[in-house]
């Protein structure tokens, strides 16, 4: 079973810095595409970060500039780095991944999301 968990969530006040991370774990050969999405309160789900296997970058106007998303192949690890966080960054984070299982092929897989609050 393959499996990601997001960490790193947190109350933090504006202006301030977090870094996510996403952990892949089980029968895992390779993570190819990933995205961080974001829900808040009443809004829907988007997505505001991509990387792609070749490691391009791809960043919603929302938060291009202060995020970066990056990758750890080795440990089959994703990030993103947050800077200047503002109140309407506040929401539940999640992960979501294209990864290439040993038994299961390719399947696209969610986090269970880590909440990120950002007081002003």
């Not at 829900?39 to 995020?67: H, M, T």
């Not at 992960?95 to 007081?119: P, Y």
Request: with cysteine; hydrophobic share 35%.
């Amino acid at each position: 079973q393959v499996q990601l968990v997001e960490s790193g969530g947190d109350l933090v006040q504006a202006g301030g810095s977090l870094r996510l991370s996403c952990s892949a774990s089980g029968s895992i050969i390779s993570i190819i595409a990933v995205g961080w999405y974001r829900q808040a309160p009443g809004k829907q789900r988007e997505l505001i970060a991509r990387i792609s296997s070749g490691g391009s970058r791809n960043y919603a106007d929302s938060v291009k500039g202060r995020f970066t998303i990056s990758r750890d192949n080795a440990k089959n690890m994703v990030y993103l780095q947050m800077t200047s966080l503002k109140s309407e960054d506040t929401a539940v984070y999640y992960c979501n991944a294209d990864v290439l299982g040993e038994r299961v092929g390719v399947v696209n897989i969610w986090g269970q999301g880590t909440q990120v609050t950002v007081s002003s």
